[in-house]
């Protein structure tokens, strides 16, 4: 009976299985990038805000015109922007901000490679799925607990976050990538995935700033901890971890991706062999891919934290327009994700360039070119249609990303893809504790001269460590993500790497040895 309605559920779906769980997988990424990002936009409106005249000691001659800031001439003294009655607002520096933006992920880096080896071992779907709803459940009760605690409060309850989203890449790359994706398909599903984050950036910059223009900055937490709790159930009910364990997809795709998928070819190894630990952190090709992600979440988290701010205290737009602008660089991101992921797949079927040297074209696409459109952008000066140009171009390009090195740990390390990845974001996410904040140390006055300057330490970093990755990356699996296969490399003085399947036979011995 259990087979019979296994069977015509799985009749039901048009639509592969794969393509199901893609679907809620971007989903995933969104909500999780709308309660990392709405901070960045709500931020602006839960802080007093001032504007100096000329006189006083933090006055900018440069600053472009508000009208959105009605001053009195004949006064020194910094004017407040006029609130309502029935908002909250708080006194934060810049420097607090920027720690308060940058707290999330101290708990996102904690959480990524014990969430990667949990996937691994259990799993991705309740790693990922009850990661998420701890997430939607602090997002939702922002409100009333920085009410009641302040900076600290929202400090700690953003940390809490980041640490139920450390294991969602980790997780996805285990459950989806690694598990649900043929090779061959893997390009258009990581653009597929990972363009959930820039709906999760162009719905969280979009609609917090219409919810804040129309209301209060209260409600942007309400509406997307709400949003979040609701894929959690549609997960529950739709995704399985494994082609394997899932009660209605059809015997046809299962057949056919335990034939094309290549960690569930050789399913057996990678469930009984540890990590190995001493190759991975001996491995040049990896940690070039570390590195690599090191300057490109740099210049990300310059872009999704702080352009808000840069948009509201530097070009001085209204909440409403500084939520759309913000939002069209991710729609450009978004966009030409999908390009740039299909054109890999094309160069690399047709044999124009190889694997390896494709992640290295598209992740220097995604680095050099972004960090030279917002050095532009910061030279437009008060001209907002030109640097705004410059701010969509800039991502844009950095939708190359995903076909460059964001899926490069599933071409280096299949069968240990969770917990590689888990490093590589894990590591990478230092970051989004040190860029927000050193902004904020940077720019205490929030000049254009100031985030020029901020501007340029970023391109700076995404140049040096796309120049390491260049030089170092790799496109085909390591020896150590299946030395069965590969063998050890000539010179390797370190022993062997452990596996279970060893471990079992000197165990067995060793009873062997105890009961003669």
């Known amino acids: 009976m259990l087979t019979g309605w296994r069977l015509a559920l799985s009749k039901l779906f048009i639509i592969p299985q794969r393509y199901v769980l893609a679907i809620l997988a971007l989903l995933a990424v969104a909500n999780a990038y709308t309660m990392r990002v709405c901070l960045n936009l709500a931020i602006t409106q839960m802080v007093k805000r001032t504007v100096a005249v000329e006189g006083d000691a933090h006055y ?6 508000d009208m959105n800031v009605v001053t009195n ?3 020194s003294y910094l004017q407040s922007y006029l609130r309502m009655d029935d908002v909250v607002v708080f006194e934060w520096s810049e420097a607090t901000q920027g ?3 940058s707290s999330f992920y101290y708990g996102y880096i904690l959480t990524h490679i014990p969430g990667g080896m949990l996937a691994e071992r259990y799993g991705g779907k309740w790693v990922l799925g009850l990661g998420l709803l701890s997430t939607s459940i602090c997002t939702f009760i922002t409100p009333i607990t920085v009410k009641m605690g302040g900076a600290t409060a929202l400090f700690i309850l953003r940390v809490i976050e980041g640490l139920g989203e450390g294991p969602t890449m980790p997780g ?17 599903m990581g653009a597929i995935v990972f363009g959930g984050a820039q709906i999760g950036n162009i719905a969280g910059s ?6 804040m223009h129309n209301g209060i900055w209260d409600n942007v937490f309400y509406m997307f901890g709400g949003l979040g709790l609701i894929w959690f159930i549609l997960w529950s009910i739709f995704c399985y971890s494994t082609p394997n364990t899932h009660p209605y997809i059809s015997d046809k795709e299962k057949k056919f991706l335990n034939e094309n998928v290549t960690s569930l070819i050789h399913s057996q190894k990678a469930d009984l062999d540890p990590v190995p630990w001493k190759a991975l952190v001996r491995s040049v090709p990896l940690w070039s891919l570390i590195i690599a992600a090191i300057g490109h979440d740099w210049g990300y988290f310059t872009m999704v934290t702080d352009l808000p701010k840069y948009m509201t205290d530097v070009l001085k737009f209204n909440i409403k327009s500084a939520g759309l602008l913000s939002a069209l660089p991710y729609v450009a991101m978004w966009i030409a994700s999908f390009f740039f992921g299909l054109l890999c797949d094309f160069c690399i079927k047709k044999g124009y360039h190889s694997l390896k040297n494709a ?4 992740t220097t696409i995604a680095a050099t070119g972004p960090g030279i459109c917002i050095i532009l952008a910061s030279y437009s000066g008060c001209d907002t249609t030109l640097a705004v140009f410059w701010f969509i171009f800039a991502m844009t390009l950095m939708g190359a990303y995903y076909s460059g090195m964001k899926i490069n740990a599933l071409d280096i390390t299949p069968n240990y893809a969770g917990t590689t990845t888990a490093l590589v974001n894990g590591i990478a996410a230092v970051s989004g504790i040190i860029s927000p904040y050193l902004i904020g140390l940077l720019t205490p006055n929030s000049t254009l001269k100031q985030w020029r300057v901020a501007f340029w330490v970023c391109l700076v970093v995404l140049v040096v460590t796309n120049i390491v990755y260049l030089i170092f990356a790799e496109g085909d699996q390591l020896w150590w993500d299946d030395v069965k296969k590969h063998g050890y490399p000539a010179g390797w003085k370190h022993g062997p790497l452990p596996t279970k399947s060893k471990d079992a036979e000197e165990s067995k011995e060793s009873e062997t040895t105890e009961k003669k």
């Open 359 to 362: 992640r290295k074209i598209y």
């Open 60 to 65: 900018d001659p440069d600053a472009c015109p």
């Open 73 to 75: 001439s004949s006064a």
């Open 99 to 101: 720690l308060l933006l």
């Open 206 to 211: 979009y609609f917090s700033g219409l919810i």
């Open 172 to 188: 996805l790359m285990v459950m989806l990538l690694s598990r649900w994706s043929p090779k061959e398909e893997r390009g258009r």
